[in-house]
T-cell receptor, first 110, second 114 residues
Framework: TQLLEQSPQFLSIQEGENLTVYCNSS?????LQWYRQEPGEGPVLLVT?????EVKKLKRLTFQFGDARKDSSLHITAAQPGDTGLYLC??????????FGQGTILTVHP | EADIYQTPRYLVIGTGKKITLECSQT?????MYWYQQDPGMELHLIHY???????EKGDLSSESTVSRIRTEHFPLTLESARPSHTSQYLC?????????????FGPGTRLTVL
């Protein structure tokens, strides 16, 4: 059973379009992170959200943590080819360990 | 910018060989982790450590072993590599206590066993 469900699994869009990636669970988390990973590299942290209802913005990226701290979303406005990559959500479990969603592969075509 | 390093970046070896994947971090983090990841897929935790002389197995069973003799160094060893071990191996570290379990990742080692 997947603790964190990410959707969609694949997303292929044109430059300039908007998109939203979802991360859902039946469990409550104390925090949730979003990472972006490029091929052949390790994941790089984008944001950490800790408060239910929290919204964080990072340039064209908007992250939201659900009120009940069971879900999160990542919204990208006016996507660019440089946004292409694997987006992973992750939540803390016990003793600092993280469990990861299965990821969303985003491809932005010029 | 995270200071965590992995070597080699790419490794192609034959079945039955013993290999060690190196991971080092210069941030003084107590917690370190090893993940296994197939291309474009989720990360699976195979080993973790909370400090020197502390190692634990992760959620995904692995035939590899790890050691933590120094804070900055967390090598992973496969005694006899098999084609089923072909994957990307990612090392990470985090502070203890830290901000909301944030982990910093190395660039990974892509292992291919023929």
């Amino acid at each position: 059973t997947q603790l964190l469900e990410q959707s969609p699994q694949f997303l292929s869009i044109q430059e300039g379009e908007n998109l939203t990636v979802y991360c859902n669970s039946s469990s409550v988390f104390s925090s949730l992170q979003w990472y972006r990973q490029e091929p052949g590299e390790g994941p790089v942290l984008l944001v950490t959200v800790v408060t239910g209802g929290e919204v964080k913005k990072l340039k064209r990226l908007t992250f939201q943590f659900g009120d009940a701290r069971k879900d999160s979303s990542l919204h990208i406005t006016a996507a660019q080819p440089g946004d292409t990559g694997l987006y992973l959500c992750a939540a803390g479990t016990s003793y600092g360990k993280l469990t990861f969603g299965q990821g969303t592969i985003l491809t932005v075509h010029p | 910018e995270a200071d965590i390093y992995q070597t080699p970046r790419y490794l192609v070896i034959g079945t039955g060989k013993k290999i060690t994947l190196e991971c080092s971090q210069t941030m003084g983090h107590d917690k370190m982790y090893w993940y296994q990841q197939d291309p474009g897929m989720e990360l699976h935790l195979i080993h973790y450590s909370y400090g020197v002389n502390s190692t634990e197995k992760g959620d995904l069973s692995s035939e590899s072993t790890v050691s933590r003799i120094r804070t900055e160094h967390f090598p992973l060893t496969l005694e006899s590599a098999r084609p089923s071990h072909t994957s990307q191996y990612l090392c990470a570290s985090s502070e203890s206590p830290g901000v909301a379990d944030t982990q910093y990742f190395g660039p990974g080692t892509r292992l291919t066993v023929l």
